[in-house]
């Protein structure tokens, strides 16, 4: 939580021709849209995700094309990815790797598992028991993998993009909180509209659109695109309005979990990442309250009372940005 590894390029070590940071965002987000279609919220926030250097918890019912996002996003991009899908007898040496042991050399050699890769996709999270889930905490959080000892490094970028459905409870395992609050962004697509829809039936008809799907950006220009974010001017008073959210949700009455200093740390990333995507190098409190939702929602325990059934983690949300005063800035003299 105290900071993320740095990537090795900038922005300003890449040539000048390059694209600009518009070009190569609308680029990704058309390229996911061909295959999703209807949703430019979602594929947006799915790139802004990737972008602030967090991970993606996309939750939805079957069918609505949670997996294909994943798909689309890694595909649009010259990286590594790589799919796991959850089962109840999944163990944490399928997702981290194992050492096997060389007869000819005389010692372990380490084999890395599929966390190794710049995209992972855990496809139905919440069916893996607990200890396997667990396998994930530090590689979400510190980009790197303990094994046998040893520490290994993940590639960068790296990025968790987890699937689950809200609905189905039958053989699943709750996200404890500490997981939760490791995703920076929780998204859901919902059903597409009818015009929507009948594209997909003439994309996917004949075809699997996936398959088609090209890397439109390399590894290098991500890179650079978040070095962009990073360099996003959060001014004082915007940093207060974000503390001053936070401790707003731990004093609640409906709450029983507010957010912690890792939400403020992820809200300022995902702030910055916004007002980029919408081509400017400062944030402003409209990117806070656009995101707010999206980031924070999923990170509230609701407290369970009989006047609170009607309350959700995202109306939290909502009632919390209502309560907190949003910054002015200062009149400019004449």
């Not at 990286?79 to 089962?87: A, E, G, L, M, P």
Request: net charge negative; with cysteine.
């Amino acid at each position: 939580m105290l900071g993320l590894p740095c990537y090795p390029v900038t922005v300003t070590q890449l040539p000048q021709h390059e694209r600009t940071f518009a070009e190569l965002f609308d680029a990704i987000v058309s390229n996911i849209s061909s295959v999703i279609h209807g949703k430019p919220e979602a594929v947006s926030r799915a790139v802004m995700c990737l972008l602030a250097e967090g991970h993606l918890l996309v939750e939805d019912v079957p069918g609505v094309g949670k997996t294909s996002l994943a798909k689309a996003l890694a595909a649009s991009i010259e990286c590594s990815y790589k799919r796991v899908q959850f089962t109840p007898d999944l163990l944490p040496t399928d997702l981290v790797g194992i050492s096997i042991w060389q007869r000819d050399q005389g010692t372990f050699q380490f084999q890395p598992g599929p966390l190794f890769a710049n995209v992972v996709l855990a496809d139905e999270i919440n069916r893996a028991s607990p200890k396997t889930q667990s396998a994930l905490l530090e590689a979400m959080e510190e980009r790197q993998v303990s094994a046998d000892g040893r520490t290994h490094m993940l590639p960068l970028p790296f990025m968790v993009i987890a699937t689950q459905n809200p609905i189905e409870q039958e053989g699943t395992y709750r996200l404890p909180e500490s997981q939760m609050d490791r995703f920076l962004m929780r998204i859901s697509l919902g059903y597409p509209d009818r015009a929507s829809e009948l594209a997909i039936l003439d994309n996917f008809g004949a075809q699997d659109t996936l398959l088609h799907v090209r890397p439109v950006v390399t590894t290098a220009e991500i890179v650079a695109m978040v070095a962009t974010v990073r360099e996003v001017h959060l001014a004082d008073p915007l940093k207060g309005y974000i503390v001053d959210i936070a401790e707003m949700s731990r004093r609640h009455p409906g709450l029983n979990l507010g957010l912690s200093p890792r939400a403020t740390l992820q809200l300022s990333r995902a702030t910055r990442a916004y007002a980029a995507s919408r081509g400017r190098l400062y944030a402003t409190p409209d990117d806070v309250k656009s995101i707010a939702e999206d980031v924070l929602a999923h990170r509230l325990l609701i407290r369970q009372t009989s006047g609170s059934s009607s309350t959700t983690d995202r109306s939290a949300v909502n009632d919390i940005l209502s309560s907190v005063p949003v910054p002015i800035a200062p009149a400019r003299r004449a």
